[in-house]
């Protein structure tokens, strides 16, 4: 069964630092990953996925992240925070290729303190 | 329109009514997904609709719920009898056809309350 393992409930972070937020999977195969903001009061919004090839995905806002096989890992960055960018953040993944349903995180929480 | 919508975006009710939830999804995307967030908690999957393919129950938690689609275009998600603990958000995304995997997108949600 495919999992996906957020092991940070909250995160914070001063304005203009970077940050991290922490993604571990478990899937048989190759794994599909992405990255979906939740602000207050909308939905969630797409942010970046890894399908194949560069193991650095550059997505939405700034953010990037580092597909890592031997970790099991696909971590989310920005280089440089921003208050706005605090919000839910959940890791997702799926095993199939196609529309599929994802399996998500817990999420967690970031904070970024001006 | 130019997203997802879904409506109504808040209900209350009375533990044992029936509710429907509705899902627009963008127009042309052949798939569409129900997920429900429970509080604290990540997104868990309840049904999948992919063109005229038979969908995907695995997710449903009980027989008190079931979805339907009408072609490719609306959904309604209805639970029977409600309980206490269906009260979450009820999120709907849809994503377009095609062998690549595309980002699902995701309607703002409706905030079920059972009292």
């Known amino acids: 069964a495919q999992s996906v393992a957020q092991p940070e409930d909250q995160v914070n972070v001063a304005e203009g630092n970077p940050l991290t937020v922490k993604c571990t999977y478990s899937?048989?195969?190759?794994?599909?990953l992405f990255w979906y903001v939740q602000y207050p009061n909308r939905g969630l919004q797409f942010l970046l996925k890894?399908?194949?090839?560069?193991?650095l995905v550059k997505g939405s806002y700034g953010f990037e992240a580092e597909f890592n096989k031997s970790q099991t890992s696909f971590h989310l960055k920005k280089p440089s925070a921003l208050v706005s960018d605090s919000a839910l953040y959940f890791c997702a993944v799926s095993r199939l290729s196609g529309n599929t349903p994802l399996v998500f995180g817990k999420g967690t929480r970031l904070s970024v303190i001006a | 329109g130019a997203g997802v919508s879904q409506s109504p975006s808040n209900k209350v009710t009375e533990k044992g009514k029936d509710v429907e939830l509705r899902c627009d999804p963008i127009s042309g995307h052949t798939a569409l997904y129900w997920y429900r967030q429970r509080l604290g908690q990540g997104l868990e999957f309840l049904i999948y609709f992919q063109g005229n393919s038979a969908p995907d129950k695995s997710g449903l938690p009980s027989d008190r719920f079931s979805a339907e689609r009408t072609g490719e275009s609306v959904s309604t998600l209805t639970i029977q009898r409600t309980q206490q603990e269906d009260s979450a958000v009820y999120l709907c995304?849809?994503?377009?056809?095609?062998?690549?995997?595309?980002?699902?997108?995701f309607g703002p949600g409706t905030r079920l309350t059972v009292l």
């Open positions: 995304a849809s994503s377009s056809p095609g062998l690549v995997f595309d980002e699902q997108f």
């Open positions: 890894y399908i194949t090839g560069d193991n």
């Open positions: 899937v048989s195969g190759n794994p599909y």
